[in-house]
């Protein structure tokens, strides 16, 4: 019973361990930053992090969309200087995507947004979204890159990068 017991208990911690460090955003093309400050929890408790304004960053997008690959290193780069997390919210997981009621929370969300802060377009929302609300429960957001460019220039990356990390700042 002893050596059931410990050897089930060595294959969970090692199966565990192996998991746990596993590259979370390893489908974006060009992004190979293992250590990165994405991390991924539960949809419906982001979602829910979200509606009651907890403070955090939370990132949607998938890993084949254009603008999705331009934005996250950049946005790397900004959670790094700022010292924070974000929560990557995979829109094309078969979990996000299946999930009726979370589809309907994450519209009914973006749907009470300001015009100019909400995904929404066409009645759709867009990606890449990024969702940030700081200690004071302050929801600001970001949506695309620049001008909607699927390729950005190096000024295009730092200024973007320091106008995200700015906000991030106010998060802590």
């Not at 294959?11 to 361990?17: E, S």
């Not at 959670?79 to 519209?107: G, H, M, N, P, S």
């Not at 699927?150 to 320091?162: G, I, P, V």
């Amino acid at each position: 019973m002893k050596k059931t017991l410990l050897v089930a208990l060595t294959a969970l911690l090692i199966l565990t361990g192996c998991s746990g460090k596993s590259n979370l955003m390893s489908g974006y093309k060009g992004f190979d930053k293992k250590d990165n400050h994405f991390i991924r929890e539960n949809y419906t408790d982001a979602m829910t992090k979200i509606e009651n304004k907890e403070a955090g960053i939370f990132y949607f997008g998938f890993d084949t969309c254009p603008w999705c690959i331009a934005l996250v290193p950049v946005l790397e780069d900004a959670l790094t200087e700022a010292d924070v997390k974000a929560e990557y919210i995979d829109v094309q997981d078969k979990e996000f995507k299946e999930d009726k009621e979370l589809q309907d929370r994450f519209t009914k969300f973006n749907a009470s947004l300001p015009q100019d802060q909400t995904s929404m377009q066409n009645g759709a929302p867009t990606v890449p979204f990024v969702v940030i609300i700081d200690k004071d429960g302050n929801l600001s957001t970001h949506v695309g890159t620049i001008d909607n460019k699927q390729q950005l220039s190096d000024t295009e990356k730092e200024f973007l990068k320091l106008r995200l990390a700015d906000k991030f700042k106010k998060v802590k």
